[in-house]
């Protein structure tokens, strides 16, 4: 059974910094590639962050360049999202998404994990 969890949510003060968590199990991780998404009531899902299957390219919403990484540790099972210098404008739930090719392609979706930027 595919599972998504993260981990890693809160509330933090404008400029501070939170690392996001998503363990993974029900498939092979390093197959995968990985995604953060965020999402904020009313608004559609955006698209964070990406990192491929061996973690060697990258890539981050122009809102997030220089402020935000992603990385991943295939032998722990784990994406993650080191989120620096946030802004009010970051608050939303965060999601991770995994995707990868087997008979066909397959994606999954983390429950998601709340960030709160707030003074």
């Known amino acids: 059974q595919v599972q998504l969890v993260e981990s890693g949510g809160g509330l933090v003060q404008p400029g501070g910094s939170l690392r996001l968590s998503c363990q993974a199990s029900?498939?092979?991780?390093?197959?995968?590639?990985m995604s953060w998404y965020r999402q904020v009531p009313g608004k559609e899902r955006e698209l964070v962050a990406t990192?491929?299957?061996?973690?060697?390219?990258?890539n981050y919403a122009d809102s997030v360049k220089g402020r935000f990484n992603i990385s991943r540790d295939n032998a722990k099972n784990t994406v993650y999202l080191q989120m620096n210098s946030l802004k009010f404008e970051d608050t939303a739930v965060y999601h991770c998404?995994?995707?990868?090719?087997?008979?066909?392609?397959?994606?999954?979706w983390g429950q998601g994990t709340q960030v709160t930027v707030s003074s």
């Open positions: 998404y995994a995707d990868w090719w087997g008979p066909r392609k397959y994606r999954s």
């Open positions: 029900g498939f092979t991780f390093s197959s995968a590639a």
């Open positions: 990192i491929t299957s061996t973690g060697g390219s990258t």
